[in-house]
């Protein structure tokens, strides 16, 4: 079972700056993507920033040029570290990992992180 673990979370004024971390329990090679997606109250969980195997990467929109995403293969590790955030950043974070195998994609989701951004 792949187990992920995530931590970097907390309270942060607006304009401030915050890095999660995503430790997996498998090889990062192992891995097609990994990454963060988010769920703020009332609201669908929703992709933040993902990082595929060969190294590409995809953001929302909305933090395009903000947040970034990076991994370090050796602690089987994704970091993202997130900058100028806003009051509408607020959400529960979620580490996420898909594996492909035999054709079949298999999802993993962390417990998730609260971050509050207050304004």
């Known amino acids: 079972q792949v187990q992920l673990v995530e931590s970097g979370g907390g309270l942060v004024q607006a304009g401030g700056s915050l890095r999660l971390s995503c430790a997996a329990s498998v090889s990062i090679f192992s891995i097609n993507r990994m990454g963060w997606y988010r769920q703020a109250p009332g609201k669908q969980r929703e992709l933040v920033a993902i990082?595929?195997?060969?190294?590409?990467?995809n953001y929302a929109d909305s933090v395009e040029g903000r947040f970034t995403i990076s991994r370090d293969n050796a602690k089987n590790t994704v970091y993202l570290q997130m900058n100028s955030l806003k009051p509408e950043d607020t959400a529960i974070y979620y580490c996420?990992?898909?594996?492909?195998?035999?054709?079949?994609?298999?999802?993993?989701w962390g417990q998730g992180t609260q971050i509050t951004v207050s304004s």
């Open positions: 990082i595929r195997n060969g190294g590409s990467t």
């Open positions: 996420y990992l898909d594996q492909l195998r035999f054709n079949h994609v298999y999802n993993y």
